[in-house]
């Protein structure tokens, strides 16, 4: 599932989105680990410009994104790698 919109009024334009995806996952240990591993993933973005004149423009922008893997290593533990990223 995913979504946004932008816009500008004047000197000024924007957009945002978002973005969310889940996998119940599948079983790829089947003799050493029984366990299904999937993952969960979401994330964010906004972005705000000014135009200052005709040659420059100022922009900022921010991501945020979780991703959350489960994944097999061991026999009987269920491992899962986290991973979040901020700008």
Known sequence: ?????????????????AIKEKSKGFNAKQDSNPDIDGYDNHAETARLGLKINKDHKLEATLLQSRMD???DASTVQDEHSIETIQT
């Open 1 to 17: 599932v995913n979504g946004g919109f932008s816009g500008a009024n004047g000197p000024w334009d924007y957009a945002l989105g």
């Open 69 to 71: 893997a489960q994944y």
